[in-house]
């Protein structure tokens, strides 16, 4: 039930492209959904984080959107960037009991071409 | 104002051995969490500290543990090391539990021959 599903595992998309990542949960304790970029040789940074009493939070060109009674969330990535070329994690997270930690997705590589 | 610092950067090690992690955390923060993550995979939580205590554990055997000192650094030790052990190690932490504020250090890469 802690269980955190992600896909693509990769992405190609032309430079302005628009990058969608998925992800779907199944554990309902899970309140927090942030969103994670990792280069090689370094931890991961946050990114956006969404909680459930909203559908959709814009940062920049960087969206999720999250359908609560799916248990599922995505991230969109408008007019993709070279420096965008990375590796993206979803996670999912709670504030009592078992999920007081992050449990986070498989990774999808995504690689932005000039 | 220093993130989380993780030492050593690259360890290598060979099977059996035990090995120890070090991690400093984030000026203000007193919560330490640690994880693993294979390569081509993402972070599986190990465990999570806090007041000196183990408050969260994964599903990880016993030969990880860790240790929380008075003033929040942690460790994390691994005995009778496998081969599948070898990935990089990620602490990470917050104040009290917050998700929303955590932060990664940079990890440890382990490699067990």
């Known amino acids: 039930q802690q269980q955190v599903k992600q896909s693509p595992q990769s992405l190609i998309v032309q430079k302005g492209g628009i990058s969608i990542i998925n992800c779907a949960y199944e554990?309902?304790?899970?309140?927090?959904f942030p969103w994670y970029q990792q280069f090689p040789g370094k931890g991961p940074a946050l990114l956006i984080a969404?909680?459930?009493?909203?559908s959709e939070k814009k940062e920049g060109r960087f969206t999720i959107s999250f359908n609560k009674s799916a248990k599922q969330f995505s991230l969109h990535i408008m007019d993709s960037q070279p420096g965008d070329s990375a590796t993206y994690f979803c996670?999912?997270?709670?504030?009592?009991?078992?999920?007081?930690?992050?449990?986070f997705g498989s990774g999808t590589q995504l690689t932005v071409l000039p | 104002d220093a993130g989380v610092t993780q030492s050593p950067t690259h360890l290598i090690k060979t099977r059996g051995q035990q090995v120890t992690l070090r991690c400093s955390p984030k000026?203000?923060?007193?919560?330490v969490s640690w994880y693993q993550q294979a390569l081509g995979q993402g972070p599986q939580f190990i465990f999570q500290?806090?007041?000196?205590?183990?408050?969260q554990r994964g599903n990880f055997p016993d030969r990880f543990s860790g240790h929380q000192f008075p003033n929040y650094s942690s460790e994390l030790n691994v005995n009778a090391l496998l081969l599948g052990d070898s990935a990089l190690y990620l602490c990470?932490?917050?104040?009290?539990?917050?998700?929303?504020?955590?932060?990664f250090g940079s990890g440890t890469q382990l490699s067990v021959l």
């Open positions: 990470a932490s917050s104040l009290r539990w917050n998700p929303e504020k955590l932060f």
């Open positions: 554990n309902t304790a899970f309140d927090y």
């Open positions: 969404i909680r459930p009493d909203v």
């Open positions: 996670a999912a997270g709670g504030t009592s009991g078992s999920a007081r930690q992050l449990t």
């Open positions: 000026s203000g923060h007193d919560t």
């Open positions: 500290y806090y007041e000196e205590e183990e408050r």
